[in-house]
């Protein structure tokens, strides 16, 4: 069967075609939330919300939200925003979270100045 010509191209957004980084630990340290995390990650690989959206399977508003604070990052959806950004600062900072549940912060902070002295 003939095509008339009038078929539009599908573009589909596959994200980065590379691994993600992982982010310099200096880099790792500064960040307070998950949404600065993303928005981060976001502005380093220079991309735009709708090019992060269309990646994720979401909307551009859901995403804003996302990297605004007023919505939590699902663990479903860290995979997949770190694959769009190409960065693995949203991971890093969740897993160091984790890690850091257990402790208690005066326990925790007072070894860390006992280890730098």
């Known amino acids: 069967m003939a095509t008339t010509g009038n078929q539009n191209e599908l573009k589909l957004a596959w994200g980065v075609h590379n691994a993600p980084k992982d982010a310099p630990a200096k880099v790792l340290r500064q960040i307070e ?3 600065q995390a993303l928005a981060v990650s976001i502005a380093a690989g220079g991309h735009k919300l709708a090019y992060i959206a269309a990646c994720v399977g979401k ?3 859901y995403v804003s939200r996302l990297q605004q604070g ?3 990052i699902p663990d479903k959806l860290v995979g997949p925003l770190c694959a769009a950004t190409g960065s693995n600062l949203l991971r890093q900072y969740l897993e160091l979270q984790r890690a850091l549940d257990g402790q208690c912060k005066v326990a925790r902070l007072a070894a860390m100045l006992r280890e730098a002295a």
């Open 59 to 61: 909307s551009i508003g």
């Open 70 to 72: 007023k919505r939590p």
């Open 33 to 35: 939330s998950e949404a």
